[in-house]
């Protein structure tokens, strides 16, 4: 099973865009994805404690320790992934040990295209997880309305989708 993970909360996300293109070429791939939303299924702030009971954390626990591999979404804040993505890593913690890890990043400056790698570093160092050396950042005019209006995104979308589940197929056949 795959799992898409939005994180992004804002009700016009582009993240979300990419997100749901990368959920649809896994369906038309007839892949197992689910389908995570931050702004759909709120989680609590990470306290070290009770917030771990949560049930949509759980829920979200569940499945990334089912997932073969994880597509992550999110938008661009400050030169980093958002927080509310940090906050869903730091309430799952150790379900991500080992799991292959692929991202879809929306900013609104080119300058921030690295802004990845501190998120990419944390998961490969804390949980052992395969990064996708494959990413998508995205700018604001790559999307018109609810789609990816720039080829050349939607075709490096295409490439790391089919990229992840290529590595995550040879990876998973052991």
Known sequence: MFLVLSASLHPDSRSRIMA??????????????????????????CDGASAYGDSEVVRLGQLIHAAQAVFIASPVY???VNAALKN?????????TGKTVAMMLAAGGAGSYMSGIGLANSLMLDFRCLIVPRFVYALGDAFQADTISDPDVAKRLEGLVNETVRISDALNRG
Request: charged share 30%; proline share 3%.
């Open 78 to 80: 400050n030169f980093d």
């Open 88 to 96: 869903a890593i730091e309430l799952t913690g150790k379900k991500w």
């Open 20 to 45: 749901k293109a990368c959920r649809q070429q896994l369906s038309d791939q007839q892949r197992d994805v689910q389908w995570f939303d931050l702004a759909e299924s709120a989680l609590p702030l």
